[in-house]
């Protein structure tokens, strides 16, 4: 069984910054790749930022330059920094792990809520 919790979400004001965490814990071979996915009301689910076991890392156009995802392999945790928070961010955010080397097996959490306020 494999867990992913995230933690991390609040309200802010435009402008502002929030951290999020995302562990993964149970039985874990490899972590292929950690992201974070976001949802706001209405819309699809969609990528925010992602980043290999490597670290290399990738951002949906709408983040770049204001979030940073890290990762400590250590301890099966990624981090998403949001800094410059706006109110189109105000979403749902998901945390989602890859295992494995092939097969791959995807891990979501239950998600933690971000509102920014003008």
């Known amino acids: 069984q494999v867990q992913v919790v995230e933690s991390g979400g609040g309200l802010v004001q435009a402008g502002g910054s929030l951290r999020l965490s995302c562990a993964a814990s149970g039985t874990i071979s490899k972590i292929s790749s950690m992201a974070w996915y976001r949802q706001a009301p209405g819309k699809q689910r969609e990528l925010v930022a992602r980043?290999?076991?490597?670290?290399?890392?990738n951002y949906a156009d709408s983040v770049k330059g204001r979030f940073a995802i890290s990762r400590d392999n250590a301890k099966n945790t990624a981090y998403l920094q949001m800094n410059s928070l706006n109110v189109e961010d105000t979403a749902v955010y998901y945390c989602n792990a890859v295992l494995g080397v092939g097969p791959f097996t995807s891990h979501w959490g239950q998600g933690t809520q971000v509102t920014v306020s003008s």
């Open positions: 980043i290999t076991s490597g670290g290399s890392t």
